[in-house]
């Protein structure tokens, strides 16, 4: 299974909802990431975990809470979100070794999130 | 600062013509190099990476990459393309100083329009 998947596609919620977006992947990749990716741009990197840890937040606002309940699952909780947080959010993994940087990652399609 | 250049927005190619795509990069050190395909709606997918030995990379649908370190370049070519090539094409480093040993820096990305 080569397949990283995310649900839910699409995604439409107000400024007060909670919601949460999932990510899972079945290869045994022990690094997991999110990025935002507004259109026509390239993504923008979130958060990575390695090893189920947090390692690499880039500054990102704490209405994105990052989870990782295990080494096979990905979760992004959302919280009192604005419009301008609507984009494409992708979810990624890898395997993971600190001296080896050659390591692709293998991208979800993403989920499609809408603010109101 | 580290970054990588993707200096044409989209590139308009005839079906059965050779297609490069362009790709510079600025950073310390030895990078790793990658190259991403976007369709429409959906995540990004591997297309082949240099990491180190022959500067002639060859990768997934008939895609090859050139890496030259003297002109600090990492061109994506295809000798014949297709109109399904047609997508948005990201290159993309891993330094070897970023900080954070799983973090990609993204070109802006080009779109690929091959016409019949």
């Known amino acids: 299974d080569t397949e990283v998947t995310q649900t839910p596609k699409h995604l439409v919620m107000g400024m007060t909802n909670k919601k949460s977006l999932k990510c899972e992947q079945h290869m045994g990749h022990r690094a997991m990431y999110w990025y935002k990716q507004k259109a026509k741009k390239p993504p923008e990197l979130m958060f990575v975990y390695s090893y189920e840890k947090l390692s690499i937040n880039e500054s990102v606002p704490s209405r994105f809470s990052p989870e990782c309940p295990n080494s096979s699952l990905l979760n992004l909780h959302l919280h009192a979100l604005q419009p301008e947080d609507s984009a494409l959010y992708l979810c990624?993994?890898?395997?993971?070794?600190?001296?080896?940087?050659?390591?692709?990652?293998?991208f979800g399609p993403g989920t499609r999130l809408t603010v109101l | 600062a580290q970054s990588v250049a993707q200096p044409e927005d989209q590139v308009n190619v005839a079906e059965g013509n050779p297609l490069t795509v362009k790709c510079t990069y600025s950073?310390?050190?030895?990078?790793?190099l990658f190259w991403y395909v976007q369709y429409p709606n959906r995540g990004l997918q591997f297309l082949l990476k240099y990491i180190t030995g022959d500067n002639l990379v060859k990768g997934s649908y008939g895609f090859e990459a050139e890496f030259n370190k003297s002109q600090t370049s990492f061109h994506l070519k295809k000798p014949s393309a297709l109109v399904s090539d047609s997508a948005l094409y990201f290159c993309a480093v891993r330094p070897m100083f970023s900080g954070g040993y799983n973090k990609l820096i993204f070109g802006a990305g080009t779109r690929l329009a091959v016409h019949p």
């Open positions: 990624a993994s890898s395997q993971a070794s600190p001296r080896d940087r050659g390591n692709e990652q293998f």
């Open positions: 950073v310390s050190g030895n990078p790793y």
